[in-house]
Every structure is written in C-alpha cells, then in structure tokens.
C-alpha cells in the first residue's frame, strides 16, 4: 500500500494564479482531512469530508474549495492565490473503525505564492 | 468552536530526564486525544492517543494522562533520548466527530 498520497511534492505560484492539490489514499478510509501548516502555527484544519459524499469547513477554509471525487481522492481548490496561502498543506485520512481514530497524514505538499 | 491551548512552546532536557507537555481544551463534548511526534521535514505520526472514557495510558516510555474535569491532558516522555527530539502535537476531537484540532507544538530538544 502507498498509504496518502500528494501531488505535486512543490509548487510556486504568483498572486491570483489558481491551482489544486490532490491527495488520494489506498486504504479504504471513510474520512479525509486538509490541514495547512505555518510556523509556530500547528496544523489547522481546513476542510474534512467524514464520509463520501460530504464536505465540512475547519478551522480556516476562507479562500479553498474542497471536491470528495470518490472514496479515495479528496482535492483542495485555490481559486486565486495569495501570499498568506504560502504553507506546508498535509492531507490526512482514517479509519473507519471507532477502535481506533489514528489519522494518516500524506507527505505534504510546499506552497510558495509569490 | 474548539481550542486547544499547548505548553510550552519549546523544552530543552538533558538526556535520561522526563519531559511533559500540557495541553487544555475547551468544548467538553471532544473525546478523543492524540498526540503526534513531527520530525523535520516529515509528517506527523501518532505516539499515542488516549479516549474520554479513560484517564490515564501508556507505552514503553510514553504515558498520557487525561482530566477531563480540568479539560486537560499531558504527555509524560521518561528517560528521553536524542531521537526523541521533534516537535509534537497535541489535538482534540471536534466534538464526538472525525475532525480534530491540533495545539500550536512544542519543539523538544533533548541534549546527550
């Protein structure tokens, strides 16, 4: 299994330029999670999607747009871009069960709007 | 909506000593509680996580502890080891729901 996948690894964009993250995951998960991470900020959650099918806003979804296609892949939207986007954006997913609520978090992808 | 407070921010021990990070939430329905351990360049991974209907878990060196009166939980290190320096997160449940909210982190250096 590759477990949580992202691409691209990097990417730089210039203000306004829009683009979208892909994550996609092989293991059966039901739930599927973006986070962005800033320095000295943690990881904040900015759209999750519990089951296929639903959608559901974090911490910070102002400015993104999130499509669950199927029960593998969930995408993140930037319409148009800004520096304040500049991040670390992981994508995560999890089990199923309720024995157990570990998430698995993707590579990550790097994000430098310029 | 959900907060979570971490503590402290950054902690230097000196290997074989125990180091503990706090952290504090405020919605009482959250019931789950994890901790990652994120080394550089890496993804987080979860050390070990601890639900609302117990109070106190371990492993190996790890343990976490949990008071859900105090809406508080912490993460006991003990003897640590160079390899154990990374930053980590504490999170809390969004509610009884599947999303969570990670603490700010706190960077662990841990000198031999």
């Known amino acids: 299994n590759a477990g949580v996948t992202q691409t691209p690894k990097f990417q730089v964009l210039k203000t306004g330029q829009s683009m979208t993250l892909q994550c996609a995951q092989d293991m059966n998960h039901n739930s599927m999670y973006w986070y962005r991470q800033d320095p000295g900020m943690g990881l904040r959650l900015i759209y999750y999607s519990a089951s296929e099918g639903t959608t559901d806003k974090g911490e910070v979804p102002n400015g993104y747009n999130v499509s669950r296609l199927n029960k593998r892949e969930f995408s993140l939207r930037l319409e148009s871009a800004a520096p304040s986007q500049t991040s670390v954006y992981f994508c995560?997913?999890?089990?199923?069960?309720?024995?157990?609520?570990?998430?698995?978090f993707g590579p990550g992808t790097r994000l430098t709007v310029t | 909506g959900e907060n979570v407070e971490q503590h402290p921010s950054t902690l230097s021990v000196q290997e074989g000593d125990s180091a503990v990070i706090k952290c504090t939430y405020s919605?009482?329905?959250?019931?789950?509680f994890p901790w990652y351990k994120q080394e550089l360049g890496k993804r987080p991974q979860l050390i070990i996580d601890?639900?609302?209907?117990?109070g106190e878990k371990k492993d190996q060196r790890i343990a976490v502890t949990l008071n859900k009166t105090a809406k508080h939980f912490s993460l006991h290190i003990t003897e640590t080891q160079p390899e154990d320096s990374a930053v980590y997160f504490c999170a809390a449940s969004i509610g009884a729901g599947t999303a969570l909210i990670f603490g700010k982190g706190t960077t662990l250096s841990v000198s031999s």
């Open positions: 601890i639900r609302s209907n117990v």
């Open positions: 919605d009482s329905a959250s019931n789950y």
């Open positions: 995560a997913s999890r089990k199923p069960d309720t024995v157990t609520y570990e998430q698995y």
